[in-house]
């Protein structure tokens, strides 16, 4: 095979699939940034047409690392510091190249516990801030280190961050987006790049501010034209964040918490109908109040909130919304989403949010394409808690719903269900369930769902032979139609497999993984299966006979591959 026949745009993809690395940081969602340049050099030696697509991007990105000193590498030293720093950049070799003036993107990333005296030092010693970049539209700044309250060089760090700021919007004429991670503020309290996006407030296209801490920024307001606006503290307390009024016409992405579930638009000096061309919208409340207060499931009426009226006043809200995710509101969510135009959604996010599985239903959102709710843990001294949930299972899996797409529901491993006689959701391509299933229950859902793609479960009861001939006997004359009892293949459509196994015996364990590889055999589309770490070298061992099968443990890839997840 010629590697010159792959199309461009198909080269292009897998380039940047391995450049773009997910970075996790504690208690905050994992970030994308693109610092992964060892892993296009050997696409370097391909052929010409590889070279080419892998310089494009190689040089695309302007880079400064700055770590701990381990070499002979750039370093540098500070009188008010014991040890030394380093940096790693590839700023000399874009120039020397002649790139630069095709360069789109600088990263600044932190891989130590440096102080923002020493970041500062780290830009200062690549050099990068030395010349004009005027191709340069986006910036991301990855700096967790959480600083020390109360230190003697407050003052020091002050100036440090004023200059890093300084610097960079000299050096960046055409900064348009801007996406940090910083734990580290000022004496004032104000986010580390706040004098930067102060600076180029006129002409941001996108902000993302992340921090595990308070967040405060001193712009009174933002630009009209601003699209796309994250800004997201870990902290539990909603009064951490604290946002410019901001002129929201333009925006089309919102996403911003934790917030007050009493007073959610009190941070805009607009109100929530000027949102007129949102499409996205995340809110996230106060995590710790919500799991508080209702910790189980709630089987009485939940109080609605005290802001509930006023925000029906303005119905509908964002009526371009098309997306909306929403996580730890306290209050019956079913009432909540009343306010949102949920006939025209396509994408719905519900998580950790106090709620009725008997008011709440998928039914009013006829456009849905891709679906991720949970439920309130069930109360373990409440036997009538698991009916519900299963009841509310039953009636999502069996729903009408032709655009649905994507399907995930968690209910909790501990709560063992059983699955409905017949389902809905007949286009369906992608499903998980995080609730306690039988191993059968696995092979009823690939008879049930012809288009199904990918299959992401938890087995909480693996029988042992006995009891499972005895229920594949009573169960699939009751539930699977003849014909596809009788069907040499379970699916000819699902690439991607997902067992997570909860705690069995040693016996039932590899029964189980038996039973795993024994249903992949009957899928002739499987490209992959998954289960956890600990049983992985025993599955690879059990399917050595599936060379063009991808066995691996379910951490090596993303669960929750969707935005809104």
Known sequence: MSYDLLPARVLTRILEHLFWVSVHDSSMRALTLPLNHQALVPALSVCHTWRVQAAKLFYRVATVVATRSRSNTTTWALSTQRHRSSVKTNVDLILNSGYAPKTTQLLLLSTASLSPTEMAAAVDASQFCDFVWPSITHLYYYHPPTPVAGSDMEMVHDTAIIALSNSLGLSLPRLSHISALSNTSDSFGLFALDD???????????????????????????????????????????????????????????????????????????????????????????????????????????????????????????PRLTALSVEGYPYEAAYFLENFPRSQ????????????????????????????????????????????????????????????????????????????????????????????????????????????????????????????????????????PQELQERPWLSITLEDLEVWLLEPSPGRQRRALLKIIHMAMRVPSILRIATQREYLEELRELGQHMPGVQITDVSAADSDRHMWC
Request: charged share 20%; with cysteine; hydrophobic share 35%.
């Open 196 to 318: 930067l996006i102060i600076a180029k407030v006129s002409q941001l296209r996108a902000l993302t501010v992340l921090s595990q801490g308070p967040i405060r920024l001193g712009a009174k307001e933002l630009p009209s034209f601003l699209a796309d606006l994250t800004i997201r503290s870990s902290s539990p307390d909603p009064n951490t964040v604290s946002i410019p009024r901001t002129a929201s016409a333009a925006l089309v992405s919102l996403d911003i918490g934790p917030i007050s579930p009493d007073d959610i638009w009190g941070q805009f000096s607009s109100g929530p109908t000027d949102f007129t061309n949102l499409r996205e919208l995340r809110l996230t409340f106060d995590n710790a109040r919500s799991q508080h207060r209702y910790p189980y499931l709630h089987r009485h009426r939940t109080p609605r909130s005290t802001s509930d009226a006023a925000i029906g006043k303005g119905w509908p809200l964002f």
């Open 345 to 480: 959604l396509t994408r719905l996010v519900i998580r950790r949010c106090a709620q009725q599985v008997s008011t709440f239903s998928l039914v009013p959102f006829t456009g849905l394409i891709f679906f991720s709710g949970d439920m309130p843990d069930c109360d373990p001294s409440n036997e009538g808690d698991e009916s519900l949930i299963e009841e509310w299972v039953s009636q999502t899996m069996q729903s009408g719903m032709p655009t649905m797409r994507s399907l995930s529901l968690s209910v909790g491993p501990e709560t063992f269900i059983e699955l409905p006689a017949q389902f809905g959701l007949s286009g369906l391509r992608h499903l998980t369930l995080n609730t306690g299933l039988r191993i059968l229950e696995v092979e009823k859902l690939l008879l049930s769902f012809s288009q199904l793609r990918s299959l992401r479960v938890t087995v909480t009861e693996v029988l042992g032979r006995t009891h499972e001939y005895l229920s594949r006997t009573t169960r699939h004359k009751k539930y699977v």
